[in-house]
């Protein structure tokens, strides 16, 4: 049976024991959000020994010749030794800048870190809370241009991390996990195709992100933004992309509700075969979306898609 110790305690697990499972039935509190290699909040490092690794290719090289491994795609073969992720030690601290509600349920937070982050529109962050909450958050400020990182919580529902936020302060500090790049982003070869950006609830994070790099880099094409939100008070961003839109012509966005969605998806044409499509928000509002394109015409490989997963 192989041995498995972390600082000061050592015990033995069943030969290919999920690593991130023989940490937290040991009382070791792993954070972890996907399960699925995406959202890296459930680092670990190895000091000695060598677990099995379903995802090698998910972690940089660099970030794995340090010995840093995804526990949840990790197996215990042999005897391993790890140390968890510190955020005080590991993460990067960033002040609370800004602390404001976009609607009656979307917390924007404002962090200005430490040291500046080059990043992309469209990439993700682990943020720790004081309390030593981790949760993945995709960026929602424009890199180069903002002298903050911007966040878009979704508190609708009960969630560890939404219910630390709640109590964040301007001042406070909070601490950086890994910066991670998705599925979304802009390509300045897109600059003259349709650009179509579909979003439910704060999925539109990433994407005002990544609409305001398009812009920036004089896309020529149409860009047509759908919000889908539970009611319309959860719009949140509704007053900055009509003025957006009225500055640039070839932008039009359209703000739907659930029930209005059948219809709007229904009506939805390809203007051009060379359209790309980014979606982002739940999985089920994600395969809506993708459906449709799929559909009306879109080739599978023009369609970019982030799912957010719940949190506890």
Known sequence: MPELR???RQWTVAPGSNLLDALNDAGLSVPYSCRAGSCHACLVRC?????????PDALAADKRQQGWRLSCQCSVEEDLQVALFDPLQDGLP???TGLDWLSP???RLRLEPQRSLRYQAGQHLVLWSP???ARPYSLASLPGEEGFLEFHLDCRQPGAFCDAARQLSLGATLRLGELRGGALHYDPDWQERPLW?????????PLW???REALRQEHHGPIRLLHLAHDTREHYLAPALAALASRHPPLQVELLTPAQLPQALAALRLQSRQTVALACGSAANVEQFS???FLAGLPRNQLFADIFIGHA
Request: glycine share 20%; charged share 15%.
């Open 131 to 133: 309390n030593g909450v």
């Open 197 to 205: 950006l579909l979003a439910a609830g704060t999925g539109l994070a």
């Open 209 to 211: 992100g990544i609409l």
């Open 105 to 107: 349920t979307v917390l």
């Open 291 to 293: 459906r449709r394109m």
């Open 47 to 55: 000091l000695q020994g060598q677990p099995g690794d379903a995802r």
């Open 6 to 8: 972390v600082g000061e």
């Open 94 to 96: 960033a002040q609370v």
